[in-house]
């Protein structure tokens, strides 16, 4: 067991906030397989302060979805103080903020937002000690390693960090320049947990059980956040969960328990957003559930291409077990 601030976490697995996934219905299907914390959408500060009508669609939560946290960006220190003043008057149930200074897209960094901030030390301070004075719940941040191989500067930001009162760290093992290319850089942060003084979080490249233990053993982190890895592959999370538990290796996912999942986050996704969003949505997801087993080329093209109706997915689903599983 570890803590984020006052909240107290059984667990070893986070669910990484992924823009256009991490739904509420996502993170809901997501949680029992055994997420022990997971994030929302990344919530643009200025997208809350400006009324913008789907930012407010990333603050749906449910009694299910807990703990979890509303994952903020924005470019500046008083538009970031102004988003937790509004969200704590709205009433959200989340429970803590967490502030993205690790999102190394473009789009995102040339806001001054995500790890653009990480070239900003001084002022990641000032803006975070801000955020912690007015947020009456605990506050947490997202770093990666540096913005390029020739500025490595994450202990320096976790510093920062610490003293500017955050209550959890995590730390994607990548510089900014990498984005998701090349590979995590654990090589350079061996035994980080021990040099903190706030529980840890590591991210980067976690595909399998043994990354996960491999992340773990080198950084001595209390827990490993999964993202791309889980996409399409939800018991990835339930081996991390048991092994971390019990020390039992569960077998990887058969095409019959895919099939079974896909439905099912079909159904939730469905359930939340209306069939005609939901569908769209699930065209990019669903093809992920299908990843790895032989044969699936023709159904994923189906999946994404010309799939309309829940009915559809379940015709989809219906053909791959009846052509592929049968054969077996």
């Not at 339930?238 to 039992?248: C, H, K, L, N, V």
Request: neutral net charge.
């Amino acid at each position: 067991m570890w803590n984020i601030g006052n909240i107290s976490i059984e667990g070893k697995v986070v669910l990484g906030p992924m823009a256009g996934i991490t739904t509420l219905a996502y993170r809901d299907f997501m949680k029992d397989f055994g997420v022990a914390v997971s994030y929302t959408e990344m919530v643009s500060d200025c997208g809350l302060i400006y009324k913008n009508e789907m930012t407010y669609t990333y603050l749906a939560m449910s009694e299910k979805d807990h703990p979890v946290g509303l994952q903020l960006f924005g470019g500046k220190k008083e538009t970031l103080v102004k988003a937790v003043q509004l969200v704590q008057d709205l009433g959200c149930t989340y429970d803590f903020i967490d502030i993205n200074f690790g999102c190394p897209m473009p789009k995102v960094t040339r806001t001054g937002a995500g790890s653009s901030w990480l070239r900003r030390v001084d002022e990641l301070h000032q803006a975070v000690k801000a955020v912690v004075e007015v947020s009456s719940k605990p506050v947490t941040a997202k770093i990666r390693i540096g913005w390029d191989s020739s500025s490595i500067n994450f202990m320096e930001v976790i510093h920062a960090l610490e003293d500017a009162g955050v209550a959890m760290i995590c730390v994607h093992a990548r510089t900014t320049s990498q984005i998701y290319s090349g590979t995590a850089r654990y090589d350079l942060i061996g035994d980080l947990r021990t040099k903190m003084k706030v529980p840890l979080v590591i991210s980067g490249d976690i595909f399998t059980l043994d990354d996960a233990i491999k992340a773990i053993e080198i950084t001595k982190a209390d827990a490993v956040m999964v993202a791309r890895g889980s996409l399409g592959h939800p018991k990835l999370v339930s081996q991390i969960d048991t092994y971390f538990r019990t020390g039992e290796r569960l077998t990887n996912a058969t095409l019959e328990e895919q099939l079974t999942y896909l439905t099912t986050f079909g159904e939730s996704l469905v359930k939340l957003k209306g069939e005609k969003s939901a569908i769209r949505e699930l065209r990019g997801i669903g093809v992920h559930f299908l990843t790895g087993f032989p044969g699936m080329k023709r159904f994923k093209a189906e999946m994404s291409g010309t799939m309309e109706t829940l009915e559809d997915l379940y015709r989809i689903v219906r053909e791959i077990a009846e052509t592929v599983l049968t054969t077996k």
